[in-house]
């Protein structure tokens, strides 16, 4: 029905997708796997028409097809849920559904009644039970995720392609999607499912195709599948496998620890501590409280109560500045384009903006430029960031470059407490290898502390001593030992598995 | 490529005084400006003379002034719309205290208490935005109009006179050729090159105008930045209209009306980012230059000076155009 020959994708300094092909038949569901970063995300975009191939074709019904926008791929019968719910809250369910083909009377007033009874029609098929008329703020996340699937549905798609449609969902709510999708697949169309759970893909999927870093991997029947075969295809056995090594924290100098730290919607009282020279590993899912912890813990979001001591010290951290000038503690944000720099300028500016205050003149308050320029090429050179020149753009820069700049700032301004949030998601693996070595050497080498958030687990296990695991805003887990002990990625898997259930 | 010692140990002023101190879009407008001012002494005679360049000089130093209260706010990521009206309102109560009918004080005594307006009304907008967390656009827009309306209501739209020993200000000037005004904002150019180029507060604003979110988790406290701006911006309104009062020498409330448009269009014209993080004092100098020439060639082809507007509207768009062009080349080149 639908399929993928040779596509490849180009973004500047990243391969996006490396000859990929994939083929999508009528009446399956086919599950399109693979870790972050690994181009499922750019796949989904080729074949709803956001990106276009730079290599390679796509065929819909064995015809080749160019589709050059959401608009032409939809015309063509390809439609998609994304994994966020858009939705319009202040629009009724009927209008969400129906919104881009309201049915007009003469004179071009919308005709609500044949409207309302359409509407009725593909919630009927999905199995939403609301009023048509009633508004959409208010309802369940289940229940928009219905909407969406009812107005992909509305558009008589032949191939559907859902992105972690379960993700938002509660246990008892995805069982009736995945119902729903059967349901589906029986009346003939293409079902494609994007998920990192295997989980899902083994309940629900026919077959399933394995991307890895841009390439493809293979496709499978699941039925001849074992859990442990389908993560062997998705994480690369040689790079992700062995530990970088052992760290030696020091366990008598505890240099942060939280309290019960409690803010309503964002963490459920939560208690940790940081050792001098450990790297501690957040592991959870997206909006599992890993995130938001950081947040609370560098003072850009405010705490309804609990307590925060760094070197045995009280401390309230009102701000980033007060993080980072009192407690020398930065956070890498996990959107380093949107929030960790300042893509417009130089690599020298956003690798020094929090030096500055230290290089100034006390009585003109002039910043020293020579001192600047050096600190700058400190760590361009010492962390190896690929740029021709000091005052390059950062935004042209690879993204594995891009992350190097956004910790480097970090390490600049001389903090030793450093939580870095998902910091090789988009990053080639190239570069991948390098930032891990570079944030395990600041840890084993460099005596610093470093909480590592990710939900890279395979990373996770290569990197830190101690992992906590997340879930719904609360810490439900810890694997001790991982790197004294050499737990593989299995053993990890299998102790924190129970958290999940 | 790594980069190499050889090629770190040159450049001094990298970061963000590389773009456009005197960058090629600047000697653009320094090229352009040359040739409209060749241009216009060969069409009439009378443009270079020593009068002219007295009295145009001083048209270029309060556009930049205008310009300058604008183009603060567009660095940090806002615009000011009460650029013209804080303008009025000083004008106002610089007349309520130095008429010779009302408070009668002299200038030394009337011209700080007008000065304080500039921070006090900036502070406002600057609260109003950071803590209310109201776009800028709104919380301007809304206090021109209260400005306006107050200026109206206190002046009953008279005018006051400015005493004759206020003059000096804005009609002398060192030997009779260089105009004080153009010395006191020769004086604020050097200043602002100053903040912005080499000062941590100047280059937080510039952050703070790149990307918000990345200078808030970079310990940069944004909100204070874009209240600084708007003490600026307001600090340049007010120093703008206490100087076109001593020129003019009387105090009209209608002063100000005109000045939204003209601080877009020489900001712009000269550089200023719309995005925030790019301002150059040279390039606004020129494009108040460049302002003024315009103007002056409306007077010397007799086109009806009403039409000035529709040409300054025009104008902005096109640099705006040129800009984006700019933009995407570079970065195609890279």
């Known amino acids: 029905m639908l399929e993928l020959q040779g596509v490849s994708k180009f973004f500047p300094g990243v391969r996006a997708l490396d000859g990929v092909s994939l083929e999508f038949r009528a009446g399956e569901i086919h599950g399109l796997i693979g870790e972050n970063g690994a181009g499922k995300s750019t796949a989904i975009k080729m074949m709803t028409g956001i990106h276009q191939p730079d290599e390679g074709r796509i065929l819909f019904d064995g015809a080749p097809v160019t589709l050059a926008s959401y608009r032409e791929s939809l015309a063509m019968g390809i439609g998609i849920v994304h994994q966020e719910l858009h939705v319009f809250p202040d629009a009724s369910v009927a209008e969400n559904i129906m919104i881009d083909k309201l049915i007009t009377r003469r004179f071009g007033g919308v005709d609500w009644p044949v409207v309302r009874r359409e509407a009725k029609k593909h919630m009927d098929r999905v199995g939403l039970d609301v009023e048509p008329d009633r508004l959409v703020r208010g309802l369940s996340a289940a229940q928009k995720q219905l909407i969406q699937i009812a107005k992909a549905l509305s558009a008589e798609v032949k191939v559907l392609l859902l992105d972690e449609p379960a993700s938002s969902l509660t246990e008892h709510e995805a069982r009736r999607l995945f119902a729903l999708l059967r349901e589906l697949r029986k009346e003939g169309a293409a079902l494609i499912l994007v998920s990192h759970k295997l989980e899902e893909i083994f309940a629900l999927c026919d077959r399933v195709s394995v991307l890895r870093d841009g390439r493809f991997v293979g496709t499978r029947e699941t039925s001849r599948l074992t859990t442990l075969k389908l993560v062997e295809m998705m994480i690369d056995r040689e790079c992700n496998d062995d530990h970088l090594g052992v760290l030696s924290p020091d366990w008598n100098t505890e240099v942060l620890r939280a309290e019960r730290i409690v803010r309503q919607g964002k963490a459920r009282g939560v208690s940790f501590s940081l050792h001098q020279g450990e790297i501690l590993g957040f592991y959870g899912l997206v909006g599992s409280g890993r995130t938001e912890l950081a947040r609370i813990l560098i003072g850009e979001d405010a705490m309804d109560s609990g307590r925060i001591v760094i070197r045995g010290v009280d401390a309230r951290i009102r701000n980033v500045g007060e993080s980072l000038y009192r407690h020398r503690m930065g956070y890498v944000t996990e959107n380093r384009k949107e929030e960790g720099l300042m893509l417009d300028d130089g690599v020298q500016t956003n690798l020094t903006l929090p030096v500055w205050p230290r290089i100034r003149h006390w009585l003109t308050r002039r910043i020293d430029p020579g001192a ?43 903090c030793d407490i450093l939580i870095v949030d998902e910091p090789t998601v988009g990053v080639d693996v190239g570069a991948k290898q390098q930032i891990h070595q570079l944030i395990w050497d600041l840890a084993a080498r460099g005596g610093r502390s ?21 879930r719904q805003q609360r810490i439900v887990g810890e694997v001790r030992d991982i790197d004294t002990e050499r737990k593989s990625y299995a053993d990890v898997s299998r102790e924190i598995a129970p958290h999940f259930e | ?48 003379t020593s009068e002219t360049l007295f009295s145009q000089s001083r048209y270029v130093a309060f556009y930049v002034l205008v310009a300058m ?27 309520m205290l130095i008429a010779p009918g009302q408070a009668g004080l002299p200038a030394w005594a009337a011209v700080p208490i007008v000065m304080l307006i500039g921070p006090l009304t900036g502070l406002l907008h600057g609260f109003v935005i950071t803590r209310l967390k109201i776009d800028a656009f709104i919380v301007t827009l809304s206090m021109m109009f209260v400005y306006m309306g107050m200026r109206s209501g206190v002046s009953g739209g008279n005018s006051y006179i400015v005493p004759e020993s206020f003059w000096w200000l804005g009609q002398g000037g060192v030997g009779g050729l260089l105009p004080y005004m153009v010395l006191i904002v020769a004086v604020v150019i050097w200043g602002v090159s100053y903040l912005y180029r080499n000062t941590v507060l100047g280059r937080r604003l510039l952050a703070t105008g790149s990307n918000a979110d990345a200078a808030r988790l970079s310990g940069i406290n944004t909100k204070r930045m874009i209240i600084c701006a708007h003490v600026l911006s307001g600090c340049f309104s007010v120093l703008a209209a206490i100087m076109w009062a ?66 300054l509207g025009a104008l902005i768009l096109l640099a705006i155009v040129v800009d984006r062009a700019r933009e995407r080349f570079e970065r195609k080149s890279g």
């Open chain 2, 1 to 48: 490529m790594n980069l190499t010692a050889t090629e770190t140990a040159a450049p001094p002023h990298e970061g963000f005084g590389r773009r456009d101190w005197v960058s090629g879009r600047t000697l653009g407008l320094i090229l352009f400006a040359g040739a409209l001012m060749v241009a216009m002494s060969l069409a009439s005679p009378s443009f270079l």
């Open chain 2, 69 to 95: 209260a604008q183009a603060v706010c567009l660095a940090v990521g806002d615009l000011n719309l009460t650029v013209g009206a804080v303008g009025s309102i000083a004008t106002v109560c610089l007349g």
């Open chain 1, 372 to 414: 600047e320029a050096a600190a700058a090429t400190r760590w361009v050179e010492s962390m190896r960031i690929k740029t021709p020149r000091l005052s390059q753009r950062v935004g042209n820069l690879s993204g594995g470059n891009q992350q190097k700049v956004s910790i480097g700032k970090w390490l600049a301004a001389d």
């Open chain 1, 450 to 470: 470093v909480i590592l958030i990710s939900s890279d687990l395979p990373e996770l296990v290569r990197m830190v001593n101690r992992l906590l695991v997340f």
């Open chain 2, 246 to 311: 001593s020129w003019s020498g009387n105090a009209a409330p209608q002063t100000g009306d005109d000045w939204l448009i003209i601080s877009f269009a020489v900001a712009i014209i000269g550089g200023t980012g719309l995005k925030g993080s790019l301002i150059s004092p040279i390039g606004i100098v020129m494009g108040a230059i460049i302002f003024k020439l315009i103007q002056h060639c409306l007077v010397i082809l007799r086109i009806n000076d009403n039409f000035s507007n529709t040409l």
